[in-house]
């Protein structure tokens, strides 16, 4: 089953409620905006992200902070525009290097089959034994807290989901009528692979791909909330807000509430974009 | 299964950087020193013997001992888990309870504004991280409104004579009221916390399972013989929307086991989420193994209960 464009607009134009409509709007605008933010980051920001100043700090939101100020005096609201860079990048990061990973393993052991796909299929179920937060925490711990090792340690938590996907789809698209005419008019099995067998698992993996991409930013800031992230001086959400949590009984909400909701808008956004892709993608499998 | 998670995880913890010994120690150790306790630790051993005797312990139920505080693993394992149980078990209670009335409300005025107000909410909560939301209810109950004690399991001041270790339990045991109450307020916010989370999960499962029971034709005549449509709702059709929402709770478990560890973390609480968390950040090498064998037994155990639980919804299942 084949996702033509044709098909995607249809669902779009008869499908969806209009609330479902809006919804999408709004969450692609709050995606595009903080995109926006990360990229346009160094011209937008009000205050140098990492400048310190110790008779400023724990300034609440006023004209000149206006999201206030942490226990450095550092701007709040810098810190959260340039955390959504990084944020970003690696959750981005670890979308790329988990699909490929995914793809190359879920192809390999859907396609070939035998002892192989039993064993990867074996070790890929008993990573899910664990909670994704704990592997990745363990992984980051080993690794280093750097940008690419963290975001490494993430895509390696969601490797079983894409395998997941991709194998049991290889599994049913390789058994099909063009698949097998494709190898017997003498297609290399790299040949079969990209032109049969790809297009048919990639409409699934970019609906996984979008969600996973929003878990992707909670992990991140989990890992940064659990000081195995990304460190300071570098601006974090999840790592600011473990900082901030320090200096809870000051009653500094600004630092605690701010950056927690820009995760929230950030999570929501991707979700929201992932869901639809699910549903204009799949529209079998569309939840009623 | 059980061989690749014990292996992968002894792989993982060998890659760590640093040397547990130097970490014990203090980076001031003289070289001997380190040499010693690398001896007695069986540190310097090969690889390969080292995974052999982990093997050998383990069959025995010998998890070794924690390199930080020396005591054997089984033991603080075993006094750690129960907290986290009983975190985990009101979580889930709260977060069903929840989930399961709006799932219900949102299945029953389906594509209307209920529907999608629920929709978004569940949406929202699954977007926010769940150590925020502990930090938020920290902020607001605990020091704004000073109503509710934000870490720990129970007053510091309260010594309660361990009987099963499950604090609450406990408590009651000793007869002692005052220490239920105070053990009742400690876990009301983590309970919250993840009940709140867990809640966003349950009710999706619900509404989409119940809007598809509702189609069927068991309801079309359970409402035909003139019963209320509450009954119809929570008799009939949830009673068959809820077994494929089991069968995927079961799957959530995992990720409520790391919804523990984070909101353990949080509020610091002495159950094994937070003996994990400081074990990786100290190295603690045969700690976090003892812990992921033990998350590894929680998990099949679960997917057993659930199991079980099923023959109590569906008087077609038998054991």
């Known amino acids: 089953m084949g996702v033509s464009i044709r098909s995607i607009i249809d669902v779009w134009?008869?499908?969806?409620?209009?609330?479902?409509?809006?919804?999408?709007?709004?969450?692609?605008?709050?995606?595009?905006?903080?995109?926006?933010?990360?990229?346009?980051?160094?011209y937008i920001t009000?205050?140098?992200?990492?400048?310190?100043?110790?008779?400023?700090?724990?300034?609440p939101p006023c004209k000149e902070y206006i999201l206030g100020t942490d226990h450095l005096g550092r701007d709040v609201l810098s810190?959260?525009?340039?955390?959504?860079?990084?944020?970003?990048?690696?959750?981005?990061?670890?979308?790329?290097?988990?699909?490929?990973?995914?793809?190359?393993?879920?192809?390999?052991?859907?396609?070939?089959?035998?002892?192989?796909?039993?064993?990867?299929?074996?070790?890929?179920?008993?990573?899910?034994?664990?909670?994704r937060v704990v592997i990745a925490m363990l992984i980051a711990f080993v690794l280093g807290p750097q940008m690419h090792t963290i975001a490494l340690a993430v895509a390696l938590s969601t490797v079983p989901s894409f395998f997941r996907v991709t194998r049991s789809i290889t599994l049913s698209a390789k058994e099909r009528t063009f698949v097998e005419a494709a190898r017997a008019i003498g297609g290399s099995r790299f040949h079969v692979l990209r032109e049969c067998i790809v297009p048919q698992v990639a409409p699934s993996l970019m609906a996984l791909a979008?969600?996973?991409?929003?878990?992707?930013?909670?992990?991140?800031?989990?890992?940064?909330?659990?000081?195995?992230?990304?460190?300071?001086?570098?601006?974090e959400w999840g790592t600011d807000l473990s900082v901030a949590r320090e200096f809870l009984a000051t009653g500094a909400w600004w630092n605690i509430v701010f950056p927690g909701l820009a995760i929230i808008f950030g999570t929501w956004g991707f979700l929201t974009l992932g869901e639809i892709t699910n549903d204009l993608v799949n529209p079998r499998l569309r939840k009623r | 299964?059980?061989?690749?998670?014990?292996?992968?995880?002894?792989?993982?913890?060998?890659?760590?950087?640093?040397?547990?010994?130097?970490?014990?120690?203090?980076?001031?150790?003289?070289?001997?020193?380190?040499?010693?306790?690398?001896?007695?630790?069986?540190?310097?051993?090969?690889?390969?013997?080292?995974?052999?005797?982990?093997?050998?312990?383990?069959?025995?139920?010998?998890?070794?001992?924690?390199?930080?505080?020396?005591?054997?693993v089984t033991t603080e394992v075993s006094h750690k888990l129960p907290t986290t149980i009983e975190l985990a078990i009101g979580g889930v209670l709260i977060g069903a309870t929840i989930g399961i009335l709006a799932g219900v409300e949102a299945a029953k005025k389906r594509e209307t504004s209920v529907d999608y107000t629920t929709r978004l909410f569940t949406t929202l909560v699954h977007s926010t991280p769940i150590f925020w939301m502990g930090l938020l209810f920290q902020l607001l109950f605990g020091i704004e409104l000073g109503l509710l004690p934000v870490s720990g399991?129970?007053?510091?001041?309260?010594?309660?004579?361990?009987?099963?270790?499950?604090?609450?339990?406990?408590?009651?045991?000793?007869?002692?009221?005052?220490?239920?109450?105070?053990?009742?307020?400690?876990?009301?916010?983590?309970w919250l916390t993840i009940g709140l989370w867990f809640s966003a999960a349950s009710s999706r499962l619900v509404r989409v399972n119940l809007v598809e029971a509702l189609t069927q034709d068991y309801v079309t005549t359970a409402r035909a013989k003139g019963l209320?449509?509450?009954?119809?709702?929570?008799?009939?059709?949830?009673?068959?929307?809820?077994?494929?929402?089991?069968?995927l709770m079961g799957l959530q478990f995992t990720s409520l086991l790391g919804g523990a560890v984070v909101t353990e973390t949080v509020f610091a609480f002495p159950g094994v989420g937070s003996l994990l968390w400081v074990s990786i950040l100290n190295r603690d090498y045969p700690m976090i193994e003892g812990i992921m064998i033990v998350f590894t037994l929680v998990v099949a155990f679960s997917l057993l209960i659930i199991d079980l639980v099923y023959a109590l919804i569906d008087p077609r299942v038998e054991y």
């Not at chain 1, 009000?46 to 300034?59: A, C, E, G, Q, S």
């Not at chain 1, 959750?91 to 192989?116: H, K």
Request: aromatic share 8%.
């Open chain 1, 210 to 235: 979008a969600v996973t991409f929003s878990d992707s930013i909670l992990v991140v800031a989990t890992l940064g909330f659990l000081g195995v992230g990304i460190p300071p001086p570098t601006p």
């Open chain 1, 13 to 42: 134009r008869y499908e969806l409620d209009p609330r479902q409509k809006a919804m999408t709007g709004f969450a692609a605008a709050v995606v595009l905006a903080m995109i926006t933010m990360a990229v346009a980051a160094p």
């Open chain 2, 1 to 72: 299964m059980f061989f690749i998670v014990v292996t992968a995880v002894f792989i993982v913890m060998r890659a760590m950087p640093g040397d547990p010994a130097v970490a014990i120690l203090g980076e001031a150790a003289t070289p001997q020193l380190v040499e010693l306790l690398r001896q007695k630790l069986g540190l310097d051993k090969p690889l390969l013997v080292q995974y052999l005797d982990m093997w050998s312990h383990l069959f025995q139920g010998n998890l070794g001992a924690s390199l930080r505080t020396l005591s054997p």
């Open chain 1, 79 to 131: 810190r959260i525009i340039y955390g959504a860079r990084v944020s970003f990048t690696a959750a981005a990061l670890a979308i790329s290097i988990t699909t490929l990973i995914g793809i190359v393993l879920g192809l390999t052991s859907g396609y070939i089959g035998g002892a192989l796909d039993r064993l990867l299929a074996l070790a890929m179920d008993s990573l899910y034994v664990f909670p």
């Open chain 2, 228 to 247: 209320r449509e509450n009954v119809v709702l929570y008799k009939h059709a949830l009673r068959n929307a809820l077994l494929p929402v089991l069968t």
């Open chain 2, 153 to 190: 399991n129970i007053g510091s001041a309260i010594t309660l004579h361990p009987i099963t270790r499950f604090v609450l339990l406990d408590a009651l045991l000793n007869g002692n009221v005052y220490a239920f109450i105070d053990a009742l307020r400690h876990y009301a916010l983590p």
């Open chain 1, 46 to 59: 009000p205050k140098d992200p990492i400048f310190t100043n110790i008779d400023l700090r724990f300034r």
